[in-house]
């Protein structure tokens, strides 16, 4: 006969007047429930906990405490989890309980890698992999083992990632069967899978998704099943990789678990990606509302970041401005956090002391209205009664406005901490150009004594890597020199680079520059592009376009075009480029580099010859930060 969880449910409860159950049987009730029926699994946590509680059993509570930080680490609520975690720590280590203080180690250690917090997730992961190694419970070690290399996945650090989790992998033979089972197999997916071998991330996530499919693992299937997806659609599967995002997108919203629905929609928006970008943006627009009713400003900023490229690929540049500007608001809002908590602990102290003056004022009045009443029938005493309140009122108020001196003072101090540190962010960006141009000098310096030594290519290799270096110098020597440190005037920084290219190639006068750069500001991540393709374009014309010193010139040209967009040409009048010079792109750094430099800047780029040689780039400026999604896309790989 087949029970359904209700039956259960039901069963269990009514026992409990005939038998209090154990504790670990409302844990076992609790997984069981947490992704299935979450108000059944936070009825059971609670229950659980008065019994504890009444029973004076702190290791009891202890445990109910995880249980319940579980719950509300699920529903992404977790500064909540974190405050029952610490308190579940504190219990288990005063009764030295090292099982349950792995335990919470581990449970500490997600939330700070969920809030982004790196380093301090690793120390609480270390702390419980040292607790398991000392103890010898082999299940823990699987646990700490697999939550360090969730740390480095977090990071995209493959390679340590990978070997953690292997060694986590040995174990699962000599430990029951449970979700850190599901979340190794997961993860070796991801990491195969992020890696390029297809094959393998295949083979582990199908391992993973019938044993996940059970009440108890839902959110955690529906993680494998995200991750499979991905497979499937890298290797051209796209409509099975839809389907099973959908399903899913439909079971995390059915069992209320926010995080897996963003992990869906994010799922989502990749696989249809470039091919169907109105569908990826739907799909991302909901993911950004998402995120911030529920308050997840981290993941909000990553789905913002995700979503305004595909807006400026579709011309929608309102839509582009208007996200870049949120992600930008919710970034500094980050940036200030620590500012706003001081004025607001000195608000706080503030009135603290105001309140306090207030309470002597009040006790001073009424002092003063006793001795009043008994001035009818005292009046002797009064006099020297009267004197003697006088001087204390005096040496009161003297107090109090000494008092109020320092707490003025140490205001105004901390006022001017707070101007000092916005003063400063201004200058700290001033020095890091600074020192950056001071580096890429002594880069070149190097190079420069390195030259002595070389002769024919070897030399023209190094002098062509002293351009490069030189351009980036240059670049960051310019920034820090005007007033605008995040964009610079090509009219006044182009000149300059031609003229040291000029010189440095020696070319008594064969060869002549002729320019027209327009005022355009770029951004410092379009110019130094620009500037090394520039540096590229020139060095191939002066090595390859005059031959036995022949005569020439080379135009350089930066305008704006009537639509609006940068026009950046370089041409020769040489002998052009050889007749199978397109067999040779493959083969030419300076070519490769020229074309990966240009889809960093999302620049159309035109290689021409007959006569002499022209590279010409057309591209939109734009005053963001070049955004990459290697550093801005975080998968959400979450533990069940």
């Known amino acids: 006969m087949k029970f359904n969880g209700s039956l259960i449910l039901l069963l269990f409860v009514t026992g409990a007047y005939a038998q209090q159950p154990a504790i670990a049987d409302y844990e076992k009730q609790i997984s069981y429930y947490r992704y299935y029926k979450q108000d059944s699994a936070v009825y059971l946590a609670n229950k659980a906990m008065n019994q504890a509680r009444a029973g004076g059993d702190s290791a009891g509570v202890a445990s109910i405490l995880v249980q319940q930080g579980m719950i509300d680490d699920n529903q992404g609520e977790f500064e909540q989890a974190r405050k029952k975690y610490q308190q579940a720590l504190d219990i288990f280590t005063a009764y030295q309980i090292p099982d349950g203080r792995a335990s919470a180690r581990i449970r500490l250690g997600v939330v700070e890698l969920r809030n982004g917090r790196y380093d301090k997730a690793g120390e609480y992961f270390y702390a419980a992999l040292e607790d398991a190694e000392k103890y010898g419970n082999a299940f823990r070690k699987m646990e700490a083992y697999y939550s360090i290399s969730w740390a480095y996945l977090d990071q995209h650090k493959y390679q340590p990632a990978l070997q953690y989790l292997k060694q986590a992998e040995r174990l699962i033979d000599s430990v029951p069967f449970s979700g850190t089972t599901l979340n190794i197999y997961n993860h070796m997916g991801v990491i195969y899978r992020e890696t390029g071998k297809l094959s393998q991330a295949r083979n582990y996530l199908e391992k993973a998704l019938p044993l996940s499919n059970k009440?108890?693992?839902q959110g955690l299937?529906?993680?494998?099943?995200?991750?499979?997806?991905?497979v499937y659609a890298r290797t051209g599967h796209t409509q099975q990789a839809v389907q099973l995002q959908l399903?899913?997108?439909?079971?995390?919203?059915?069992i209320g678990n926010y995080l897996r629905e963003l992990q869906c929609l994010s799922g989502l928006a990749k696989t249809y990606g470039k091919d169907e970008?109105?569908?990826a943006i739907l799909y991302l627009d909901?993911?950004?509302?998402?995120?911030?009713d529920k308050g997840n400003y981290r993941q909000e900023i990553?789905?913002?970041k995700n979503i305004t490229p595909i807006y400026l690929e579709q011309g929608d540049y309102r839509n582009a401005y208007a996200a870049k500007e949120r992600e930008h608001e919710l970034a500094d809002s980050f940036l200030y956090k620590s500012m706003s908590e001081n004025m607001n602990a000195l608000q706080a102290e503030y009135e603290l002391t105001k309140s306090r003056a207030r309470v002597n004022e009040l006790s001073l009045a009424n002092n003063k209205r006793k001795l009043e009443l008994e001035k009818s029938t005292l009046t002797r005493n009064v006099t020297i009664a009267g004197a003697a309140l006088m001087l204390a009122i005096m040496g009161l108020l003297y107090n109090q406005y000494q008092l109020k001196q320092k707490s003025n003072k140490a205001i105004s101090r901390k006022n001017e901490a707070l101007q000092k540190l916005l003063e400063e962010k201004e200058w700290l960006l001033r020095e890091v150009h600074h020192r950056v141009k001071n580096n890429l000098h002594t880069i070149m310096s190097l190079l420069e004594a390195q030259s002595a030594y070389l002769k024919d290519d070897a030399l023209m290799a190094l002098r062509i890597s002293q351009h490069r270096v030189y351009a980036m110098s240059l670049m960051h020597q310019k920034l820090y020199q005007v007033a605008n440190v995040t964009a610079i005037d090509m009219a006044v920084y182009l000149p300059e680079l031609l003229t040291y290219l000029r010189d440095s190639f020696d070319l008594k006068g064969h060869v002549r520059f002729d320019s027209q750069i327009d005022h355009i500001s770029l951004d410092i991540s379009q110019a130094i592009p620009i500037a090394l393709i520039l540096n590229e374009a020139i060095t191939n014309s002066i090595k390859y376009a005059f031959p036995d010193g022949a005569s020439g010139e080379i135009r350089i040209r930066m305008i704006r075009t009537e639509g609006g967009k940068i026009m950046l040409e370089v041409?020769?009048?040489?002998i052009g480029l050889p007749a199978h010079w397109e067999s040779l792109q493959q083969d030419s750094l300076g070519l490769r580099l020229i074309?990966?430099?240009?889809d960093d800047i999302n620049a159309r780029l035109q290689i021409s010859s007959g006569p002499g040689t022209s590279i010409r780039l057309e591209f939109d400026k734009t005053d963001f930060t070049k955004i990459t999604n290697t550093e801005s896309e975080k998968s959400i790989y979450t533990a069940g």
Request: proline residues 5%; hydrophobic residues 35%; without cysteine.
């Open 571 to 574: 041409a020769d009048n040489g």
């Open 277 to 279: 970008p109105k569908k």
């Open 215 to 217: 009440p108890e693992y």
């Open 302 to 304: 990553r789905f913002l």
């Open 286 to 292: 909901q993911a950004v509302k998402l995120a911030r």
């Open 221 to 230: 299937n529906i993680t494998i099943v995200n991750n499979l997806a991905t």
């Open 595 to 598: 074309r990966g430099l240009s």
């Open 247 to 254: 399903d899913a997108l439909e079971r995390s919203r059915r």
